[in-house]
């Protein structure tokens, strides 16, 4: 009597293997995405913290700051939620403290006058001053501009700047080369953009008070692709190469990062963007 050899042949065994494989990669696939999507909740769920911190009519860092001497919230960055510095100070000393913070005078276009900031002590009887870290999270280090993905040195060769800052290699109207930042879920530092004067007149800068910029700024990711592609400034790297002049339509890129008209969504990328104190695609006058 002879019996059949159990087993499976060749070709069967092959496409087990191959069905494996597909259910693999489809698993993995559905993972990466359920993950990626996870990355994208907590990034926008941190925007809101971060806007909180800021904003909060109690224990909020705009708050506190309110009627200080050398304070504009149009010269902020991130990084004064967790350290009392500011936009136009003395870079992150490596190794060292942050120094006292200084602003730039509004007569610095003229006379080159620095004053001090007087932000970085609490003053309990006046209920002002610097109380912070007014957020946390995941902290590191604002990259270098090798380290950085595109867009976060953008090219500030048209604002109205000091010489100093615009020409230094680690000095980012986003923050400096080595001071802590708030880190996204891919990594890469949060930032806050608040629209250049020019976004508004391509006359007198000075006519545009720092409160009507700071009421178009926004808290941005640079999403998952790590480049920041939402404009601030126009001349930009990431901003569009065909655009030459500072027209109403560049400046309405510059005040509503990137919305032009409605829904119409330009430069924007993949980043997560939450304004501040207007709503995503209103462009109606500041009160």
């Not at 050899?5 to 693999?24: N, R, W």
């Not at 000095?171 to 508004?200: C, H, K, M, R, T």
Request: hydrophobic residues 45%.
């Amino acid at each position: 009597m002879r019996f059949a050899q159990a087993g499976y042949t060749l070709f069967e065994m092959l496409a087990v293997v191959s069905v494996l494989a597909i259910v693999a990669v489809l698993a993995v696939t559905r993972i990466g995405g359920v993950a990626e999507r996870a990355r994208t909740a907590a990034a926008e769920a941190d925007l809101v913290t971060i806007r909180d911190a800021m904003l909060d009519e109690n224990t909020g860092y705009l708050r506190d700051m309110r009627g200080l001497a050398g304070f504009s919230a149009a010269d902020i960055r991130l990084a004064n939620l967790l350290v009392p510095t500011n936009l136009y100070g003395l870079a992150y000393l490596p190794g060292g403290a942050y120094p006292r913070a200084r602003r730039i005078d509004e007569t610095w276009l003229g006379e080159g006058v620095a004053k001090p900031a007087e932000f970085t002590t609490w003053d309990a009887a006046r209920s002002r001053g610097w109380r912070g870290p007014y957020v946390r999270g995941k902290v590191g280090a604002f990259p270098a501009r090798e380290a950085a993905g595109g867009g976060f040195y953008p090219d500030v060769s048209s604002l109205y700047l000091p010489d100093w800052f615009a020409s230094h290699r680690d000095a980012s109207i986003y923050g400096f080369a080595g001071e802590p930042a708030l880190l996204d879920p891919w990594g890469n530092p949060y930032v806050l953009q608040v629209p250049p004067p020019q976004a508004f007149t391509n006359g007198n800068v000075s006519a545009v008070s720092p409160a009507v910029r700071f009421a178009y700024s926004r808290l941005v990711s640079a999403g998952a692709d790590g480049k920041l592609d939402t404009p601030c400034f126009f001349v930009n790297a990431t901003n569009d190469a065909a655009i030459g002049v500072w027209n109403e339509r560049t400046r309405r890129i510059a005040r509503q990062a990137g919305l032009i008209d409605g829904d119409d969504r330009f430069l924007r990328g993949d980043d997560i963007v939450l304004f501040l104190l207007r709503n995503d695609t209103d462009e109606g006058e500041v009160e």
